[in-house]
């Protein structure tokens, strides 16, 4: 009979997200992640079997994270409009308290994703999706109360909001002007507004 675990794996999967945020997919090796989680190679290998899909459990669960964060702005009883503005606004405070300018996981691996294994590109392409999805469902909702305009479909508007909510997320490491940060998010609310 095998001995029992002596670890949480969810405690574990907190930490190796720490680890991967903190120096990155490439420069973490499964010894720094032995180091970090204070369990030995064995032990990752046998519950994680190799870095490519402990990385990608780790992003699935992040991801998943994330979703259930936006999912709770979804059920307020807030108009579409008001939704995308309180989610910007959360994202622009979230990124001034990043002090450690560890950024968004899915975004820092995005960037060096030409170089990932098919799992990690499906978990990345499926966060895509997702995040669409989401604002899609808002914008949808936004233009059924009138708060977001009609012109553009709900398909180009959740288009460009993902790709500015990535932008500022990929900026977040290059830029902490909260000014600017307000900036943008403020010429993308008028550009949505009715």
């Not at 490519?52 to 459990?57: H, I, P, S, T």
């Not at 702005?73 to 579409?80: I, N, S």
């Not at 604002?135 to 233009?143: I, L």
């Not at 709900?154 to 290059?174: D, F, M, N, P």
């Amino acid at each position: 009979m095998g001995r029992a675990k002596q670890y949480d794996r969810e405690e574990v999967l907190e930490q190796v997200l720490d680890s991967f945020r903190a120096r990155g997919f490439h420069r973490t090796s499964m010894r720094d992640l032995s180091k970090d989680t204070k369990l030995n190679l064995f032990s990752l290998y046998s519950e994680f079997e190799n870095k490519n899909k402990l990385f990608a459990r780790v992003l699935r669960d992040y991801q998943q994270k994330n979703l259930n964060g936006l999912r709770k702005v979804q059920q307020l009883p807030l108009t579409g409009f008001e939704k995308i503005a309180r989610l910007f606004e959360g994202l622009v405070k979230q990124i001034k308290m990043d002090k450690q300018s560890l950024g968004c996981l899915k975004v820092n691996t995005s960037v060096m994703a030409k170089s990932m294994d098919e799992e990690v590109a499906s978990a990345l392409k499926h966060y895509d999706q997702d995040a669409i999805q989401f604002f899609h469902e808002v914008v949808e909702k936004g233009q059924e109360d009138g708060s977001i305009k009609k012109e553009a479909s709900a398909k180009e508007l959740s288009a460009l909001l993902y790709a500015t909510h990535h932008g500022i997320r990929v900026l977040q490491h290059t830029m902490k002007d909260e000014m600017v940060l307000n900036q943008i998010v403020d010429g993308m609310l008028k550009s949505i507004k009715t």
